[in-house]
């Protein structure tokens, strides 16, 4: 059975594409992880919250693997682009985007509107995959 994210073929090729680059997760991608494979709608993807918690400790274990933890507010992370933050739906994303801006590293998502947030100033710490 396929899986019911559209994207979920176009993520995984990304993911396998990756060769010794560090790749990571924070606290917020975690925590949306779980939120989607715990969810009886994922059909043939769906987890429990303890086979879900095993798969993140298995990912954890992956050469490369690095963790992001979130230290500063969200104010303080947004603040280089809060100008461009223009609606309530992209907290979390503006979130991500100032953490991969603190971390010298790179926001992966499907999410275009992502490009306006970053601007030209943050263009390299963010790649919309199509």
Not at 37 to 49: H, Q, W
Not at 84 to 106: F, P, S, W, Y
Request: with cysteine.
């Amino acid at each position: 059975a396929l899986p019911i994210y559209p994207q979920y073929p176009a993520a995984q090729r990304w993911f396998d594409s990756l060769v010794d680059e560090e790749w990571g997760l924070c606290p917020l991608t975690e925590a949306g992880y779980v939120r989607v494979v715990t969810n009886p709608a994922s059909g043939p993807i769906m987890r429990t919250f303890l086979q879900a918690a095993a798969i993140l400790e298995d990912l954890s274990q992956q050469p490369d693997y690095c963790y992001w933890s979130i230290f500063e507010s969200w104010a303080k992370l947004t603040a280089p682009f809060a100008s461009r933050i223009t609606g309530h739906q992209q907290v979390t994303d503006a979130c991500l985007l100032g953490l991969a801006i603190k971390e010298g590293g790179v926001l992966v998502t499907f999410d275009r509107g992502l490009k306006y947030m970053a601007g030209a100033e943050f263009r390299m710490n963010l790649l919309v995959l199509e």
